[in-house]
């Protein structure tokens, strides 16, 4: 494939999914920090139920193309398309192992119906889910600036 269309892979699809997170973690968990535990459930059980299935194509997406187009640079841009696709792996099994179980939870009961432990469970996503964005504002910050190495 050209280097064009792996650069529109990692990048198309790893801004959206970057856009995305920075957004819940900007606004809905601040937000469900303060919902009543009743409200917080269907709020957040609505979010998983478009969100959970996109996100992970999105990002697995963005990290073939940055396999692809880490196999056809070398030096700096290479180096930092490596550390992007290392940061989206641990996202995906991170996202995969710690966060879909608390997810599992919401998704598994009728909406109006708080899982057992649900406070603890939001409070432990929520921690997740920031360390997630960070770790997703640091693996696109190396495939932009990968991608703007000439």
Excluded at 10 to 29: M, N
Aim: with cysteine.
């Amino acid at each position: 494939m050209s280097e064009e269309l792996w650069t529109a892979l990692v990048l198309l699809p790893g801004g959206i999914f970057t856009g995305a997170i920075s957004l819940l973690a900007w606004e809905r968990v601040w937000l469900w920090r303060r919902m009543i535990i009743e409200q917080y459930a269907v709020d957040f059980r609505r979010l998983l139920k478009r969100a959970d299935p996109t996100m992970p194509i999105l990002l697995f997406i963005s990290g073939v193309g940055a396999v692809g187009l880490a196999t056809e640079s070398e030096g700096t841009k290479q180096t930092l398309l490596w550390a992007a696709v290392a940061s989206q792996l641990v996202i995906m099994v991170g996202s995969a192992t710690l966060a879909e179980p608390i997810n599992s939870k919401f998704r598994r009961v009728p909406e109006g119906v708080v899982p057992e432990g649900a406070a603890a469970l939001r409070d432990r996503w929520r921690r997740l889910h920031l360390a997630r964005t960070a770790l997703t504002l640091g693996a696109y910050a190396c495939i932009v600036v990968a991608v703007a190495q000439t």
